[in-house]
């Protein structure tokens, strides 16, 4: 059961070919025999098997919607009521949210399973599920390496097989990246598109929640629970959500790709872009026009990221604190010392280079230096993108210079670290939206093609994906061990 | 040397609001600890601030008041900061684009009218409170206010005395509770001052430096803090010594300000926009809306009470005060039909009294202006004299029913009949031979004894101008 796709899962339960139990047991069984690879830190067993109790209820009574049924994961991320959220931080080991994040709670609603809380770079800071407080993440594909992150555990989750789906966030990358070096297919939608309610924060202007799954098929069902205005989020979008899977089989005649020739400069290794090229290739076969543009502030991406989600997550999380929840130190002295060590104990080496380069850019003197320089090369930043869109209509490029790097590998340079994430970081500081799906792989290891979209067309980034998968079957690749 | 004082007051005025500025949560007062905050409140993971509009309303409608410019494009900042009652470690403030700009505010200070400039107006949130009492040793933490609405209101310094400070203070407080838009109560916090104090020689151009005093809480303690605080600086500089820029902690108890932090120790609070926040955006349509709604400020009602009712002064000062007491008056007055005079007397004078004895403010008086106006049309139409209006009043502050019944009842009704009133007055000339005697020998003296004998008789309920006039008649003889 487990090698099917989401689209024939639902299916196969609403025809009663089996029921969400036992659906449900066999992922929990799966995470159970695959536990090496920690991609849980929770495993939410008995809420799974209510919850999928009460699916069979609606799948019987005919009240079950795509979902219902299903057994998915949470990026430990996301709230969940009276189930622990600990965003893969010491911090917040003990922490039990009293409310379901928005996207939880429409999950839920929708009546999938949750199997449980997936592992995650602390604090959603990381390229490789490394920075956890719950230990690195191993990449199905091959267990010596990363899987990327922050949502490491969603990827390799997805890719092992042991949710049909899974939520992940993106700040910088943290969903595609991760899906590109796990061979799955992800995307993060538009800013504003999902609600970031209960989703923790880092930077919150970068931060955006999406799909983790197999195909674009399976995504296009995903988000459609996951989008969508949210009151509670004065930053989410009041526009009306499209019916994402109705246009996956559009045809890609006269579509028109752009390559950014920053994208495919130095720095890319050599046999990702030649199975990069050959994904194009497939793209004109199927009626695409390739047309070569620049976007010549890309090479800004990285310093201005590097200022402006530090700044947000600086403040971001002062709330942690060890005064109300979370981790507090033992015995402090006093208020200076309450503070100081449950902040020093409680987050990790990475989240504290943040805070304090955050920290630093917002000081009096630094303010226009850094965080209003970045914010200007932000506006400069999204202009190009705009300004590209308004040529073609996709712009597709790599989504990560190499294959998986090993762990361990650049845990002591960060700047490399940064480095890995130079192609995805320019979407967040626009507001794009953006996918990778698997091109190829090289020395067995997965390739991810990034695709790039205007505002708010995810259906328009779904049908072109989806129109690759119908001619190539990357995205159907098991690595070994896991079929 | 003779030294001039320049100061200007940050006030913070708690806005009326129902819920928080960024919750759906109560902002009621005096609720047991942590029971009105939510998880927006407390600050926990993953929550967001979502804006309300009634707040941005109240902060418009000051603005407006102050004829202020209302900034069409406003911006959430984040000040950041670690203390125990500041759940998320920052304060959701305004910084570069606050929501109200330059306006004015006009004082008297001894008969003369001085224009005090308001340099901006911006919305924040307030933190909770810590309690160091009663934890042993320990501190407490109550989030109940955390997330209050507040509108700061920062004066130019333009200010040059703590009379003047006061006079400021007291402006503002009344104009805020014209507007509904802040209860003014400065026990509970709802309308809290910091002075900004400096001193330079008369003549100077530049300012001195300035000291900070935090959280003067009463209109009394304004100008004692202001007061002790200037005269610190003068002697310091008189002796030789230098003003340190730093803030400044007024102790009531002990009568002064001592240091609590100097600028070397100020926080650096790292003000950046609030990406959790939209920009504020008003617009024409908003601001006309609300201009529509405006209540009369006091100063244009102070002006037509005098034009429109030939009230002194002293009344309409005293009428115009509050909101609700000149609501009250105008109430009576329509539904009496009595002279302006006569409404003004009875608020200004037994209403009010009864309200200040008993502890009561206007919006809680036990007589209605519907009833206090039966009361004045009675007295009006001589259907009761003054003196028994005031045992009428009594009984309706004690009582439900309106004054007409309690006329009835008690069978206070003046008596009219000119037989009846005749025939008591024949029984006292008739009794009183001896005074009789006096008066037609021309001790007119005598004659407020025949008065006060035929009130006695009457009990009170003749007209005492008809009894003084019949009287005179009788008397003749």
Known sequence: MHTKTLTELSLGLRSGAFSSVELTQTFLQRISQHQDLNAYITVTEELALQQALAADVRLANGTADCLTGIPIAQKDIFCTLDVKTTCGSKMLDNFIAPYNATVVEKLNQSGAVMLGKLNMDEFAMGSSNETSYYGAVKNPWNITTVPGGSSGGSAAAVAARLAVCATGTDTGGSIRQPAALCGITGLKPTYGRVSRYGMIAYASSLDQGGPMTRSAEDAAIVLQTMAGFDAKDSTSVDLPVPDYSAGLNNSLAGLKIGLPKEFFSDGLNSDVAAVLATAIDEYRKLGAEIIDISMPNLKLAIPAYYVIAPAECSANLSRFDGVRYGYRCENPKDLTDLYTRSRGEGFGKEVKRRILMGTYALSTGYYDAYYLKAQKIRRLISDDFKNALAKVDVIMGPVTPTTAFGIGEKMDDPIEMYLSDIYTIAINLAGVPAMSIPAGFVAGMPVGLQLIGSYFAEDRLLNIAHQYQQVTDWHQQTPNGFE | ?477
């Open chain 2, 1 to 477: 040397m003779e030294w001039e004082t320049v100061i200007g007051l940050e006030i913070h005025t708690q806005l009326a609001t129902k819920s928080k500025i960024f919750s759906g949560a109560p902002t009621a007062y005096g609720a047991e600890p942590n029971t009105q905050a939510c998880a927006v409140d407390l600050g926990l993971p993953g929550v967001l601030p979502v804006l309300n509009e009634e707040a941005v309303r109240m902060a418009v409608i000051f603005g407006m008041a102050i004829e202020a410019h209302i900034a069409p494009y406003s911006v959430f900042a984040r000040k950041n900061y670690f203390y125990p009652d500041l759940p998320k470690g920052y304060q959701i403030s305004q910084m570069d684009h606050p929501i109200v700009g330059i306006g004015h505010l006009d004082i008297d200070v001894d008969g003369v009218t001085k224009r005090i400039g308001v340099t901006r107006a911006h919305l924040e949130e307030d933190a909770g409170k810590s309690l160091h009492e009663d934890f042993h040793g320990l501190t407490g933490i109550d989030l109940n206010r955390a997330g209050t609405p507040l509108l700061e209101i920062v004066s130019e310094p333009d200010i040059r005395s703590a009379k003047e400070a006061v006079a400021y203070m007291r402006k503002l407080h009344e104009l805020v509770r014209y507007l509904g838009i802040c209860d003014g109560n400065m026990q509970e916090g709802s309308f809290r001052c910091d002075a900004n104090v400096s001193v330079r020689p008369k003549g100077q151009q530049e300012f001195g430096t300035r000291a900070e005093i935090k959280n003067i809480n009463s209109f009394k303690f304004v100008e004692k803090a202001i007061n002790h605080e200037v005269e610190r600086q003068i002697e310091l500089l008189e002796s030789g010594g230098r003003v340190v820029q730093e803030t400044r902690l007024y102790d009531s108890v002990k009568d002064e300000t001592r240091p609590m932090r100097s600028k070397e120790e100020a926080n650096d609070y790292r003000y950046f926009p609030d990406p959790d926040l939209l920009p504020v955006i008003i617009d024409e349509a908003f601001k006309a809306q609300i201009k529509a709604a405006l209540p009369e400020l006091p100063q244009a009602k102070k002006l037509r009470f005098k034009a429109d009712y030939c009230l002194d002064d002293e009344s309409v000062s005293i009428l115009t005060a509050s909101r609700q007491l000149a609501d009250y008056f105008e109430a009576v007055y329509k539904k009496s039909g009595c002279e302006a005079k006569l409404c003004a007397n009875w608020i200004t004078g037994d209403l009010s009294a009864a309200l200040n004895k008993a502890g009561l403010d206007i919006t809680d008086t036990p007589i209605s202006d519907e009833r206090l106006s039966g009361l004045l049309a009675r007295i009006s139409d001589n259907t009761i004299s003054g003196k028994i209006a005031k045992q009428v009043f009594e009984a309706l502050w004690q009582s439900t029913t309106s004054a007409d019944d309690i006329i009835a009842e008690k069978g206070l009704k003046q008596i009219t009949d000119s037989g009846a009133i005749v025939a008591i007055i024949d029984k006292i000339i008739a009794d009183n031979p001896g005074q009789v005697e006096q008066y037609r020998s021309g001790k007119d003296k005598v004659f407020a004894f025949f008065v006060g004998q035929v009130m006695k008789e009457m009990q009170g309920k003749a007209n005492p101008a008809e009894v003084n006039k019949m009287l005179k008649e009788q008397l003749k003889g």
